[in-house]
């Protein structure tokens, strides 16, 4: 959506954009691969196409990203990583799924793509709910190759699966290879409510 504009104000259509340099709640810069979210109250954000390189993410105030399937923050190319950062912001991700998976961030989930690696740094405060109706069907709060939690982030993960039949499983982290945790701040991961759960 940002290939055209590059400020969007909250309600915009993806084809018309009203922000600006100095009114906005979310601002992409092409140069760098910053996405800088000021207040953003709307739907997934997926750094996506042909595209191989991060996406930054940068919160200001207080942001929601709520989706009804499928993941909130998304890569879907090979490779590509999604690292959250703030001076001073929160992120709280809503991810509700009716039938199918769901994910609160996730990496490389198109088929045969490789997970980047997830990074959560600075003063960020994350909050992941993830939470799947389908009675065959996974949960994650983030799904990524790596995940690192770092600086003075602060992070909670709720992941659930309303129909806790044999099928479901719930991750709060799944990581390909490693989970690093060196923060000053609170973590919290809750699977708990699921019959086959995997905190980290």
Known sequence: AFSSSRYYKNGNESNSFTGTSTDYNAAYDSATGTLTLNDY????????GA???????????NNTVTVGSDAGIVATS???NIIITADNGKLTINATSGSGDAYGIGTGLATGAVSGNVTIKGYADVIINATTNGSTAYSFGIYAGE???KDHAKVAIYAKAQNNTADDQVYGIYAKTN?????AGEITVDASNAENEANV
Do not use: E, Q
Not at 41 to 48: N, Q
Not at 179 to 183: F, H, K, N, R
């Open 41 to 48: 109250d709307g739907g997934r954000i997926t750094l996506g």
């Open 51 to 61: 595209s191989n390189r991060d996406l930054t993410i940068k919160l200001i105030g």
């Open 78 to 80: 090979t490779g590509c």
């Open 147 to 149: 995940v690192a939690i």
């Open 179 to 183: 989970v690093t945790i060196d923060t």
